[in-house]
């Protein structure tokens, strides 16, 4: 199993800025790609930004420019810098790993974390 919890969500101004962090525990060493998902009122939960372990970084093509992921796997943690934020990035953001088990990848999620953005 794998335990994952953010923090780092608030309140924010449209132009501003909020980091996200998300520590990792438990089975972590298999674990492939870690993430970040949101989801706004009424929507689906989409994908923000992956980052796997040795590979290069995805992001949802809304977030481009603005929003940075990375990962410190000494300290199994990874973080989202959100800058530039606008009312359209409300939302909860959800931390995710994949961890490989044998053939198998397997999803875990954190709990989320609420973004404001205010205009």
């Known amino acids: 199993q794998v335990q994952l919890v953010e923090s780092g969500g608030g309140l924010v101004q449209a132009g501003g800025s909020l980091r996200l962090s998300c520590a990792a525990s438990?089975?972590?060493?298999?674990?492939?790609?870690m993430g970040w998902y949101r989801q706004a009122p009424g929507k689906q939960r989409e994908l923000v930004a992956t980052?796997?372990?040795?590979?290069?970084?995805n992001y949802a093509d809304s977030v481009k420019g603005r929003f940075t992921i990375s990962r410190d796997n000494a300290k199994n943690k990874v973080y989202l810098q959100m800058n530039s934020l606008k009312p359209e990035d409300t939302a909860v953001y959800y931390c995710?790993?994949?961890?490989?088990?044998?053939?198998?990848?397997?999803?875990?999620w954190g709990q989320g974390t609420q973004v404001t953005v205010s205009s």
């Open positions: 980052i796997p372990t040795g590979g290069s970084t």
């Open positions: 995710n790993a994949e961890r490989v088990v044998v053939t198998k990848t397997i999803g875990y």
């Open positions: 438990g089975m972590i060493f298999s674990i492939k790609t």
